[in-house]
């Protein structure tokens, strides 16, 4: 609920996943996935102390390339949450073959089931529950739109280099991802008169 706004009333409603354009709820999604990927390569970057041995072998076999799988497959679900806020952003089958070097059909192929299932995730955000298939980040991406968006604002500051132009150090300004949003049109019941 909005502070000073106890009663509930359409502005109120308005704070939950309906305030959001799909698009929006989309792309924030997107973000996540981004986030994900972003924080599995970052993880992958140290060498552990005792990661490779005195003779210059390794210590842990198999650890870092399961890391690189990781990364891998967060990569290809940014990828695929990318194609389906294009999608549902209003591009074509051919424009999404085109940026990925692959024939339209390919693409609608390759990506067709999973915009089907955001489409439905977006259309009912409140059923879908915490061991929703696509994940807590889907489900909390689309539940709580402006709450998913000011954690992900938090994670952009805190990761930001501090180089920018302007809008705070790091030049994003506080609300890097929130910011962005776009709210639906608040609908208003047509009024009869007598």
């Given amino acids: 609920m909005t502070e000073g706004n106890p009663g509930g009333n359409a502005e109120t409603m308005m704070d939950g996943a309906s305030a959001y354009t799909e698009a929006a709820r989309a792309r924030l999604a997107a973000a996540f996935e981004a986030c994900d990927l972003a924080d599995l390569a970052r993880a992958a970057v140290p060498i552990g102390e005792h990661e490779l041995r005195p003779d210059g072998g390794v ?18 679900r940014l990828l695929e949450a990318a194609a389906v806020f294009e999608r549902i952003g209003g591009a074509s ?37 915490p061991q929703a298939e696509a994940g807590w980040w889907r489900t909390y991406a689309t539940g709580a739109p402006l709450e998913a968006a ?23 300004g506080t609300a890097p991802v929130s910011g962005g949003l776009v709210r639906a049109e608040l609908r208003r019941p047509t009024q009869r008169h007598p």
């Fill in 150 to 172: 000011r954690d992900l604002d938090d994670w952009v500051l805190r990761h930001a280099d501090g180089e920018g132009d302007g809008g705070g150090e790091s030049g994003l």
């Fill in 59 to 76: 210590s842990s076999p198999g650890s870092v390339l399961a890391d690189a799988a990781q990364v891998l497959a967060a990569a290809r």
């Fill in 93 to 129: 089958w051919q424009l999404i073959g085109d940026i990925l070097g692959v024939e339209a059909r390919s693409a609608r192929v390759r990506f067709a089931l999973a915009e089907a299932k955001v489409r439905e995730e977006l259309r009912r955000p409140d059923e879908a529950g």
